[in-house]
């Protein structure tokens, strides 16, 4: 009798598990309307390291954006969408001391404007460019775009099967996705679980002041991502990314710098879509 109690014991387990969590193919969809409206929760935790000579400078952000998104038009082409940033707030710091803390004041009401195919991919993006950085660097400035193209870049419409993977080439890298099945725990409904990973390259050249350099900015990193299937949405993900920006004096080497940006970000549905705010 214990030895059945421990069999049914696992059995119970196994099942659960099951319930929770399946490996099953799913159809995805890419469900815009014009009009429709969402809004997301989205937490940044961002650190930036500059390397000088012999000096380094830490910056470290947390900050919160509450973000509206609204469907403005939908085309055999293309989906257009705009997304408000409604509130900021948070916090900055430099070597540990309070700094620029009217960055977060410069964030409510910008508006960004995303043009998307029907696979996920972003054709146009404008509005982040708006969006206050601390030093200006296209360290930061990639990372605000990933920021933002991480709610839509991982959509494949059509049919997967756990274990497939598909690759899209976004601003300055790629991405490759993983579809790891569906995840049924959550009271909203069966999502869509998907992993992926991350890489950025990019080479410039430019003047700080009268010597010439050249930039080569470098990334990798890591995500999840929830899909509502219901209703063809992110439902919640996360993702870990770092940028690094090397400039290079060729004859002033005593001015060669390195910027690196560590961004960690989270987003969580905020309300329904076409609903009012559960908050």
Known sequence: MKKLAILLTIFAMIAGCAKGFVKRKVVFTTLFAPGDTISYSIDINR???VHEKDSVKSYKMKYNLLVTEKVEEVTSNFITITLLIRNASGSVTRNNEPFATQVFNNLKGQVITIRLTHDGS????????????????????????EVFSFLYDYIHPGELKPGSIYRKDIKSGRKVFRYEGIDRSRHEGDMALITFKSSFK???????????????????????????????????????FTIKDTYTFQRFPDLNREVMVYTEVHVKRAYETGGETNE
């Open 47 to 49: 650190q930036i390291n």
């Open 202 to 240: 990019s080479e410039n050249a430019g003047y700080r002041g009268t010597y010439p350099y050249t930039q080569i900015t470098k990334g990798t990193g890591t995500g999840t991502i929830y899909h509502l299937l219901r209703d063809g949405k992110l439902f919640a993900g996360d993702e870990k």
């Open 122 to 145: 972003i054709a146009y993006l404008k509005g982040t460019e708006k969006i206050p950085t601390l030093l200006g660097t296209d360290a930061e400035k990639l990372s605000d775009d």
